[in-house]
């Protein structure tokens, strides 16, 4: 079976990765399992970059990563060929191809990882394209063009106070251009907090030199000679700039599709199984349309590519797959914020709502107990505290009979747990839902670096956050002696 995926961003590299692992699952069970034992992936990428972490992007920018770092772990080269810098220009669904610039590949199936593109505001001086000194932030090459221009830039101003406007304007002033956050919204990461929380995030962004344009609807960007000059804002201000980073969203991308007649809305229109109106043709990620909604999100898209490789080459049907979100970690240089699950704003009346509100430290945390378990958390500006909670979240019976021993001053103080106490079944990387046992086994299987582990288990490879835990359980396996083996440091 030849599965040609459209893509290769970080739902197109695990749908490849997943397919791999159901052919190989699927034939050591069903000695019939054709699908499995003829498959053939092509992965088709626009970029001349291997796949890559986009997650990490702001990292990147911020100079703590380099882009060896962020790079997705490779494929298994016997079933999946990669082609890079090979965008899609066609689909032509009634001969099953794909016309690339230089070639028409055939398909038995193909899935659409088309991703989203950035939301560009519809204003004078945007409307014609980006003018020099404004910038979009999507891919490798676009932090690479911002961190040019930053050498030089006197002022940037960013667009947009959501996650990634937060992380691109720390990582400026990281790197020390002097830049302003300017959005609609009175608070920063209004999605995400409560207006309260985020007016402490604020103020956190203004210890660290960033300015805040609050309350700011952008009307005009100005250029003289092609390059970026200046903002206008509706209230009449007019704020000067030379550098300029577009943080504004993103918007499916459906155009190949609907070029191919697929139908479209608001995304790539898809059914409950992942199918678009072609029966051989599939989309998944950022650009489908699911009946339940447009995700945007990092887990439901690699959710669907589990769910799909599984629909292809064993026959089984894609059950229901959550769109809504309920973790953010924010990746910003000199700012911690973690939010996972249920706000306090929105609790239940049965809930047990613990909250600590110390503005003048730039703190501010809240706990949700349900039924006695952690079923929401929000962390800010107590990053120790943060990792502790978030490796309690969501597990039935963690949580003492006073919740107020989860916030007790004498709780444990390192942000990762030792190994030796922590228990088997400990989530180390939420992103990826692996164990500390699954790295356990990993590395009795044989997987003895920290670069293997992440190939097995993919631990590491969503937003981060767990690489140094992950890194300290490798190190506590590789002290080991005598060997521990996997049931010993399992128990």
């Not at 659409?112 to 090459?141: F, K, M, Q, S």
Request: hydrophobic share 45%.
């Amino acid at each position: 079976m030849r599965i040609v995926i459209v893509g290769a961003g970080m739902v197109g590299h695990r749908l490849a990765d997943e397919l791999v692992r159901a052919a190989g699952a699927g034939a050591s069970r069903a000695a019939d399992n054709r699908a499995g034992e003829d498959l053939r992936v092509i992965l088709l990428g626009d970029e001349a970059h291997e796949p890559y972490n986009r997650v990490m992007l702001s990292e990147l920018l911020a100079g703590r990563i380099d882009l060896a770092g962020i790079e997705l772990p490779r494929l298994d080269p016997d079933r999946v060929r990669v082609h890079l810098d090979a965008p899609v220009r066609a689909i032509d669904p009634a001969r099953r191809e794909v016309v690339t610039d230089t070639d028409r590949i055939g398909y038995d199936h193909l899935v659409l990882c088309t991703g989203a593109r950035p939301r560009i505001p519809d204003v004078p001086g945007l409307r014609d394209g980006l003018p020099g000194g404004a910038y979009a932030v999507r891919r490798v090459d676009d932090v690479r063009d911002i961190s040019a221009a930053a050498l030089n830039a006197r002022h940037a101003i960013v667009v947009g106070a959501g996650p990634l406007g937060v992380e691109v304007a720390c990582a400026l002033r990281h790197r020390g251009t002097a830049v302003s956050l300017l959005a609609p919204e009175s608070a920063m990461l209004n999605r995400d907090l409560d207006e309260p929380v985020g007016e402490i995030v604020a103020r956190t962004a203004g210890d660290l030199g960033i300015g805040f344009v609050s309350d700011a609807e952008l009307v005009a960007v100005e250029a003289d000679g092609g390059h970026v000059t200046a903002v206008r804002l509706a209230d009449g201000r007019r704020v000067d700039c030379d550098l300029l980073v577009l943080a504004c969203g993103a918007v499916p991308d459906t155009d190949l599709a609907a070029r191919a007649g697929l139908p479209t809305d608001r995304g790539i229109v898809v059914d409950a199984q992942l199918r678009t109106g072609d029966p051989h043709v599939s989309a998944i990620g950022d650009c489908a349309q699911t009946p339940d909604g447009v995700s945007g999100l990092i887990a439901p898209g690699w959710a669907q590519a589990r769910a799909l490789a599984r629909r292809l080459l064993r026959g089984e049907p894609v059950g229901p797959i959550p769109i809504e979100g309920a973790a953010m970690r924010l990746k910003a240089v000199g700012m911690s914020v973690v939010t996972m699950g249920v706000r306090a704003s929105t609790a239940r009346d049965a809930d047990r709502v613990l909250v600590v509100d110390d503005r003048r430290a730039r703190r501010h945390v809240e706990v949700v107990v349900r039924a006695g378990t952690l079923v929401g958390l929000t962390c800010v500006g107590a990053p120790e505290m943060a990792a502790r909670l978030a490796s309690q979240y969501d597990r039935p019976g963690i949580v003492p009979p006073d919740p107020l021993a989860l916030l007790l001053a004498d709780a444990p103080r390192e942000a990762n747990p030792s190994p030796t106490t922590m228990p088997s079944a400990t989530t180390v990387c939420r992103c990826n839902g692996v164990t500390k046992g699954d790295l356990v086994h990993a590395w009795s299987d044989g997987c003895t670096s920290v670069d293997a582990l992440v190939a097995d288990t993919r631990a590491t490879s969503g937003c981060g956050g767990c690489r140094e835990l992950v890194c300290g359980i490798a190190r506590w396996l590789e002290r080991s002696d005598p060997p521990l083996t996997a049931s010993r440091l399992a128990a």
